[in-house]
């Protein structure tokens, strides 16, 4: 049974900053890409962020792209997102998913379904 289990999340102010955790048990960590999505309130699951098995190849959706970093630990099973200069914007739950960038984005766009873990809230708020 593949389990993702983020944390994390908080309330931050505009301007701060977060890191996000997402370990990963039931699947060969070492060989999956992975990925980062969020929901906003009232909001669709929108993709942010990509990484290949190996980190050869990373992504970045435009809106956070110069503001988030991406990075795994194959050691630890476990994926991270660092989020710097944090935007209201940016409020949503965030989850870890299995699968990269083409995966992720072709599975949200026909509604099918994506291993994800249970979320953490991010509220960005002064």
């Known amino acids: 049974e593949v389990q993702l289990v983020e944390s994390g999340g908080g309330l931050v102010q505009p301007g701060g900053s977060l890191r996000l955790s997402c370990v990963v048990s039931?699947?060969?960590?070492?060989?999956?890409?992975m990925s980062w999505v969020r929901q906003a309130p009232g909001k669709g699951l929108e993709w942010v962020s990509s990484?290949?098995?190996?980190?050869?190849?990373?992504d970045y959706a435009d809106s956070v792209k110069g503001r988030f970093a991406i990075s795994r630990d194959n050691a630890k099973n476990t994926l991270y997102l660092q989020m710097n200069s944090l935007k209201t914007e940016d409020t949503a739950v965030y989850y870890c998913?299995?699968?990269?960038?083409?995966?992720?984005?072709?599975?949200?766009?026909?509604?099918?379904?994506?291993?994800r873990g249970q979320g953490t809230q991010v509220t960005v708020s002064s």
């Open positions: 039931g699947l060969p960590f070492d060989y999956a890409d």
């Open positions: 990484m290949t098995s190996e980190g050869d190849k990373i």
């Open positions: 998913a299995r699968g990269g960038r083409s995966v992720v984005v072709a599975r949200l766009n026909l509604g099918r379904y994506l291993d």
